[in-house]
């Protein structure tokens, strides 16, 4: 029941299909219903593919799990969010995947439970291959098969990139293995393929496919792969092997094996010429939306309703591709982990994500100048000076972060200061406040947002950043970069110098795509994870103390692990064991 119950839920990517059609609930694929049976029928067809879309898209929200449905492991860092791995947040119950990841507690054993089940996507990349070998039997129109097939080969991919942005190189699975005999079980034991294949097998992918996906769908369909979605994927994977963890003549850790050096980025050094094809990929995608029809939503009056909206309404025309609803969250463990403490979950431990202090000072103010952060460690402020502090900060901090003083649910009337809130949990945080981006809404027993896998702003901030390492047009790298800043009414950015805009564009990819698990693998590719309050070092709060005058202080609450071998994740040690792939170096 539970299996079926999960089948289920991941159809509800197509919610409007699934409760207006009976054929969706017809019995899944088992060992007596063959795969000729399931491409005979055009109902069993989409099913299956359906079931290529849950297995290999990537979704990033906890989701809830029991003993017996590990994958939910796969979602997160194991009951939070990604970010509160970063210098991004912090999850304050200490039982969190993050937890494990911030003291450094984990490697080829142990990765799984906190951060990432490899075999999940091998799943999904199974399920794509069968499908693609397949579809052809299937009764529709060729155009209908191409199409549909597209959407198999894209999702492969998509799965492929998942395993790649963590592990580097990896065995490249393009068709379905088989084991029927002895005989039979070294052609499955595919080796890694060096970081290079891997890239190109993903860009190939996007190019063979582009043409054979529509433009769009209509909003019955909301969720399926359209075109803009393979130029994203080329785009952002074209992003990641230009960076300097994978484009460099120097590796992050020494590495004397020629086989294993080509594994884990480019065997010939740096090339200037990657940015420049990145440059290429993620204008494309911005020239496509022009035509398409996607755009930066600009609705809502206030820039913060603005900002906001993008995250809990699906049918904005910023995003190119989301992930789709998971299903209702069994015993409510959604709001459990993501909002703060006991405003809508009902239960007494929630996980309370904080926004780290390291990660408020990336936030100019509204008028576009740095704020003052001058405070000394252990010093009492007065609390007004807290509130105006952050209350002073981008429309995108007050869209994105609960912070004492203000109200959860927007004109209410009702304001929460945490210092005077112990009965709901809210003194249980680090950093300057709670996450409130992604959850506006959400309440015990409803459904959980959608993942945005991408939207348009990420591709104007990749686009200044590739064009900016390669000196590009300093006037085409301002304008990508303030349109971004543009949509929330913040003040244009002049040229400088490459040193500084790349700084500046830094920071503005940090601030526009926070916590939307960017800056786990940014710090990764830019090779600064391991500089002091980034993804090592203090992490720091601006602690409150009630009273009849209440206070603020600046404390450390975390010193954080990092070693450089954690640029990439080690292969689970069982795989190794196997004999037949080289594990990452350090590990």
């Given amino acids: 029941m539970k299996r079926y119950l999960f089948f289920i839920s991941g159809l509800i990517l197509f919610t409007s299909i699934l409760s207006s059609c009976k054929k969706y609930l017809e019995k899944p694929v088992s060992s007596d219903v063959t795969l000729n049976d399931v491409f005979a029928s055009r109902d069993k067809t989409e099913q299956f593919l359906w079931t290529v879309y849950r297995t290999a898209s990537i979704y990033e929200f906890p989701y809830y799990w029991t003993s017996g449905e590990n994958n939910y492991y796969h979602y997160g860092a194991t009951y939070t969010i990604l970010a509160a791995a970063t210098d991004e947040a912090d999850a304050f119950a200490n039982l969190t995947g993050a937890e494990a990841l911030n003291k450094g507690n984990w490697g080829p054993t142990d990765i799984k439970w906190y951060e990432f089940r490899s075999e999940y996507p091998w799943k999904g990349i199974r399920n794509a291959n069968i499908f693609i070998e397949n579809v052809d039997k299937a009764p529709f129109s060729d155009q209908e098969k191409r199409a549909m097939k597209a959407e198999a080969i894209f999702l492969r991919a998509l799965a492929h990139f998942d395993l790649m942005q963590r592990l580097g190189g990896i065995p490249i699975v393009d068709k379905v293995l088989k084991v029927s005999s002895a005989e039979d079980v070294p052609g499955v034991r595919i080796p890694r393929s060096t970081y290079e294949e891997t890239v190109n097998f993903i860009v190939k992918s996007c190019n063979d496919i582009a043409n054979d996906l529509p433009v769009s769908y209509s909003s019955n369909y909301r969720g399926r792969i359209i075109r803009a979605a393979a130029y994203a994927l080329k785009a952002r994977v074209l992003l990641y092997a230009a960076s300097p963890l994978f484009n460099s003549n120097e590796t992050y850790v020494p590495v004397a094996d020629p086989k294993l050096r080509a594994m884990i980025g480019y065997a010939d050094g740096y090339k200037a010429e990657r940015w420049q094809l990145a440059a290429n990929a993620s204008k494309m995608v911005l020239d496509s939306a022009q035509k398409w029809g996607l755009e930066l939503y600009k609705g809502k009056t206030n820039p913060i309703d603005r900002y906001e909206e ?278």
């Fill in 310 to 587: 993008i995250f809990i309404n699906p049918n904005v025309n910023e995003i190119i591709l989301d992930a789709g609803i998971q299903g209702l969250q069994t015993n409510n463990y959604f709001v459990r982990f993501l909002t703060p403490g006991t405003i809508v979950y009902t239960g007494s431990d929630p996980v309370n994500v904080g926004i780290t202090f390291n990660f408020a000072k990336f936030y100019q103010k509204a008028d576009g100048t740095e704020q003052t952060w001058n405070e000394v460690p252990g010093t009492a402020y007065p609390y007004a000076q807290y509130m105006q502090k952050l209350g002073d900060l981008d429309p995108r901090f007050q869209a994105s972060v609960f912070q004492s003083g203000t109200e959860w649910s927007r004109g209410s009337g009702t304001k929460y200061h945490f210092y005077e809130q112990g009965s709901k949990q809210l003194d249980r945080y680090n950093g300057v406040g709670f996450l409130r981006k992604f959850v506006k809404g959400v309440s015990n027993g409803s459904a959980a947002p959608r993942w945005i896998t991408f939207r348009l702003a990420e591709f104007y901030l990749n686009y200044a950043e590739a064009l900016n390492e390669v000196n590009g047009a300093s006037n085409e790298i301002t304008t990508a970069l303030n349109e971004v800043r543009a949509r929330v009414n913040m003040p244009g950015i002049a040229y400088t110098n490459q040193e500084d805009m790349r700084q500046k564009i830094r920071r503005e990819r940090g601030v526009e795509l926070a916590f939307e698990e960017h800056r786990y693998f940014d710090v990764r590719r830019w090779k600064i994870a391991g500089q002091e309050g980034v993804m090592k070092g203090g992490m720091w709060s601006l602690k409150l103390y009630g009273g009849a005058a209440p206070t603020y202080k600046l404390e450390k609450f975390e010193d954080r692990v990092w070693e450089d071998k954690m640029y990439l994740y080690p292969f689970n040690s069982t795989e190794i064991d196997l004999g037949y792939l080289i594990q990452n170096p350090g590990w």
